[in-house]
T-cell receptor
Framework: DAGVIQSPRHEVTEMGQEVTLRCKPISGHDYLFWYRQTMMRGLELLIYFNNNVPIDDSGMPEDRFSAKMPNASFSTLKIQPSEPRDSAVYFC?????????????FGPGTRLTVL | GDSVTQMEGPVTLSEEAFLTINCTYTATGYPSLFWYVQYPGEGLQLLLKATKADDKGSNKGFEATYRKETTSFHLEKGSVQVSDSAVYFCALSGGYSTLTFGKGTMLLVSP
């Protein structure tokens, strides 16, 4: 299997612009997680989906952040408008329901820089 | 709520030295415990796990034992290599769908 795929790997944008991050989970995995990693705050869970339905979005920092999962093989995380404090590495992870939940499979991440 | 506390890094060692990275946790019930590793420029990978008290997880020469009495899950390796340089995350799963991560400990191994 190709693993979790994220695009783009790097994104540089200017403050106020819209940013869309993309994720393709491993085929057959029905849980998908979005994380954000920064030096100051470490690894934070933003939102997760089960069978394409958002289950818990309490980690989404503000209304500027939104996430969708239109089908089992694709999810997006959108930031609009972006701000410099959104600069971070964003990870997507997936797991098959019924597995031990700790065994999440992570993508390589998208490094976002907002100028 | 659940929480994980790891020793702060960086931990700097010479090749072949003994490694310990401390991890303690707070959780209700009986969580499963994990160590993840993140190599530079990559996502996190599961290194080892333990699902109940006194279990020992092991992989690639790394070991950790689930100690319920001390609520700990310390990571150890007898002889580190330069290729072990990475960030190590301790995590727990309380039986729900999510993981709670520690802040990570950077390990730097010099030749």
């Amino acid at each position: 299997d190709a693993g979790v795929i994220q695009s783009p790997r790097h994104e540089v944008t200017e403050m106020g612009q819209e940013v869309t991050l993309r994720c393709k989970p491993i085929s057959g995995h029905d849980y998908l997680f979005w994380y954000r990693q920064t030096m100051m705050r470490g690894l934070e869970l933003l939102i997760y989906f089960n069978n394409n339905v958002p289950i818990d979005d309490s980690g989404m920092p503000e209304d500027r952040f939104s996430a969708k999962m239109p089908n089992a093989s694709f999810s997006t995380l959108k930031i609009q408008p972006s701000e410099p404090r959104d600069s971070a590495v964003y990870f997507c992870a997936s797991i098959r329901g019924g597995s031990l939940f700790g065994e999440q499979f992570f993508g390589p991440g998208t490094r976002l820089t907002v100028l | 709520g659940d929480s994980v506390t790891q020793m702060e890094g960086p931990v700097t060692l010479s090749e072949e030295a003994f490694l310990t990275i401390n991890c303690t946790y707070t959780a209700t019930g009986y969580p499963s415990l994990f160590w993840y590793v993140q190599y530079p420029g990559e996502g996190l990978q599961l290194l080892l796990k333990a699902t109940k008290a006194d279990d020992k997880g092991s992989n690639k020469g790394f070991e950790a034992t689930y100690r319920k009495e001390t609520t700990s899950f310390h990571l150890e390796k007898g002889s580190v290599q330069v290729s072990d340089s990475a960030v190590y995350f301790c995590a727990l799963s309380g039986g729900y769908s999510t993981l709670t991560f520690g802040k990570g400990t950077m390990l730097l191994v010099s030749p």
